[in-house]
Nanobody
Framework: VQLQASGGGLVQAGGSLRLSCAASGRTFSRAARGWFRQAPGKEREFVAAINWSSVSTYYADSVKGRFTISRDNAKNTVYLQMNSLKPEDTAVYYC???????????????WGQGTQVTVSS
């Protein structure tokens, strides 16, 4: 089971990035998928989640209206479109998968390697 995140980088404040997370080794088409992030010196925090059918999405208050989570089950891939980025969005972003959005948001699912996002002021 592997979850591989990509798409991170360095961007100026106000810019955009799109993260991707591909799953392999196991079918995640019916799993909830999501994103967490961890800034230096801080605990990992929930960012966004989406259920298997894409009907339900959830966001941390700090990213609502700026970030959008989506998924392509045919590709076993989840995306995080990040707009209007702020320096406080700087963190390592991790993708996650679990049987439900409830447990995923609690951080109980499977994790992938992270991708660094750096937003300069």
């Amino acid at each position: 089971v592997q979850l591989q995140a990509s798409g991170g980088g360095l961007v100026q404040a106000g810019g955009s990035l799109r993260l991707s997370c591909a799953a392999s080794g196991r079918t995640f088409s019916r799993a909830a998928r999501g994103w967490f992030r961890q800034a230096p010196g801080k605990e990992r925090e929930f960012v966004a989640a989406i259920n298997w059918s894409s009907v339900s999405t959830y966001y941390a208050d700090s990213v609502k209206g700026r970030f959008t989570i989506s998924r392509d089950n045919a590709k076993n891939t989840v995306y995080l479109q990040m707009n209007s980025l702020k320096p406080e969005d700087t963190a390592v972003y991790y993708c996650a998968a679990d049987s439900s959005t409830t447990t995923l948001i609690r951080g109980l699912g499977s994790w992938g390697q992270g991708t660094q996002v750096t937003v300069s002021s």
